[in-house]
T-cell receptor
């Protein structure tokens, strides 16, 4: 089955690192994604990782993938107040031979001074 | 390159009415997907269109329908609105069905049903 789970809330101090975790169930998932949603806005694609990779780094963002445990994490270094948003993990799934994305419920990141 | 645009941004309708939402994808993108976002259910996939054909459909009643035009613009229609249809409706475009299947989202249309 297809299911993506995330913790709902994370609070960090400005300047610290944030780690947002996600677990998924579909072992055939080949791509996993992180999206960011700011208040009143749509989702912004932050990064994605292919399942044959275990790490991907892009500036302040580091994605770690543990395929054996079906666990994905997003680390944000030097977290800023502008990083306050909801972060969604998603997995690519196949339905009827076509791609679709399955999203988690989202993790609300609150950054305080 | 302009992003995904959705119109209108906000809409208030009455129970029983119908509504049509519009989405213009990024230039060159041929796939458009629609999602419903609510606080209780999160992001739920409605359907996807590619080259004017519905390729994928989520688990929504037949009151929810859509179409895509030859210029890749898409419309979503909800008939006989219910209070539970109040939500943020998001449209996403991608170049096609190929991997890595990056989807780019519009700002959404917030629909309130009273």
């Amino acid at each position: 089955g297809e299911d993506v789970e995330q913790s709902l809330f994370l609070s960090v101090r400005e300047g610290d690192s944030s780690v947002i975790n996600c677990t998924y169930t579909d072992s055939s998932s080949t791509y996993l994604y992180w999206y960011k949603q700011e208040p009143g806005a749509g989702l912004q694609l932050l990064t994605y990782i292919f399942s044959n990779m275990d790490m991907k780094q892009d500036q302040r963002l580091t994605v770690l993938l543990n395929k054996k445990d079906k666990h994905l994490s997003l680390r944000i270094a030097d977290t800023q107040t502008g990083d306050s948003a909801i972060y969604f993990c998603a997995e690519r799934a196949l339905s009827g031979g076509y791609n679709k994305l399955i999203f988690g419920a989202g993790t609300r990141l609150a950054v305080h001074p | 390159k302009a992003g995904v645009t959705q119109t209108p941004r906000y809409l208030i309708k009455t129970r029983g009415q119908q509504v049509t939402l519009s989405c213009s994808p990024i230039s060159g993108h041929r796939s458009v997907s629609w999602y419903q976002q609510t606080p209780g259910q999160g992001l739920q996939f409605l359907f996807e269109y590619f080259s004017e054909t519905q390729r994928n459909k989520g688990n929504f009643p037949g009151r929810f329908s859509g179409r895509q035009f030859s210029n890749s613009r898409s419309e979503m229609n909800v008939s006989t609105l219910e209070l539970g249809d109040s939500a943020l409706y998001l449209c996403a475009s991608s170049q096609g069905q190929g991997v890595p299947y990056e989807q780019y989202f519009g700002p959404g249309t917030r629909l309130t049903v009273t």
